[in-house]
């Protein structure tokens, strides 16, 4: 049966066997494992995945697709198909309904476009969820994994860091997938973390101080800040960290956010 991928859902289906079982290696299954399965396909991740996991919900919202992932997927009863957009699933309430308690594994080959969303999603059921193994854009897995002095480390970073250790586990050439994709891919694991990386009281000012340095990361910290941060907080900020006052966004690390995040007074 043969399926054209569609452009508008960002299908790009990977066809290399060598790269499906480095994957299923990498994600270390064992028989007592729960997987939640983005972007099920025709089961080519599917059907391995039940084979090493105790359970396997493989999520897919490509009506089209249904037939053939169906008639692959037979013989294996402990893999549930359900027709769903990740986005819109509600895993809490999923896994209370099939009375499951403990946490999950989720795995999935992912559309570039919308990757950055999908991993905010997860990270909203990161209490049900212990790690997390995705194929995502390689420079997209850069920016994930960056660290403070690097050009592609922002606020994205800060962001999925403070609840997750990311670790790049390959890198996956472009013509592993059908259609071939302009770019090439990673395979990204992120782990969540029992506690945040920094502690900070308010993390909705704390993420939002983050954002308003690395929307003009050209500028220095000061400046972008300027108008965010009383002058006053900052000068102390560099003074009792002992940071340069021209340092740039991208140099300073979670920590380092956390402590001026923690000093500030005046935060729109």
């Known amino acids: 049966m043969h399926i054209q991928p569609k452009k508008s859902l960002g299908q790009n289906f990977l066809i290399d066997k060598n790269i499906q ?10 028989s ?3 997987v939640l399965e983005i972007g099920a396909g025709l089961g080519d991740l599917s059907a391995p995945l039940a084979s090493a996991a105790r359970r396997v919900y493989a999520l897919e919202i490509d009506s089209r697709l249904y037939p053939q992932l169906e008639e692959n997927l037979t013989y294996y009863e402990n893999c549930q198909i359900i027709k769903s957009d990740i ?8 896994l209370k309904e099939e009375k499951i308690k403990q946490k999950i594994k989720v795995i999935g080959n992912i559309p570039y476009y919308i990757s950055s969303p999908i991993i905010e999603h997860l990270i909203g059921y ?4 212990s790690v997390v193994f995705l194929t995502v854009q390689k420079e997209f897995a850069r920016r994930v994994v960056a ?8 606020s994205f970073s800060c ?12 890198e996956i050439k472009k013509n592993c997938f059908k259609p071939v994709p302009k770019v090439d891919s990673c395979f990204l694991s992120l782990e969540f973390r029992d506690q ?7 993390e909705e000012k704390f993420f939002k101080l983050i954002r308003t340095a690395f929307n003009q990361r050209r500028k220095t910290l000061r400046n972008s800040l300027d108008g965010v941060v009383e002058t006053m907080v900052l000068e102390k900020f560099f003074d009792q960290s002992g940071i340069d006052i021209n340092i740039r966004p991208e140099d300073l690390s979670l920590e380092q956010f956390a402590a001026l995040a923690e000093k500030s007074q005046k935060i729109s």
Do not use: H, M, W
């Open 21 to 30: 079982k480095k994957i299923i290696n990498a994600c270390n299954l064992n």
């Open 32 to 34: 007592e494992d729960i």
């Open 87 to 94: 986005l819109e699933f509600n895993l809490k309430k999923f």
């Open 126 to 129: 990161r209490d049900n969820i």
């Open 147 to 154: 660290c403070p002095g690097s050009k592609t480390y922002g």
């Open 159 to 170: 962001f999925v860091q403070y609840y997750a250790f990311g670790k790049i586990l390959f």
């Open 196 to 202: 945040p990386a920094v502690k900070v009281t308010d």
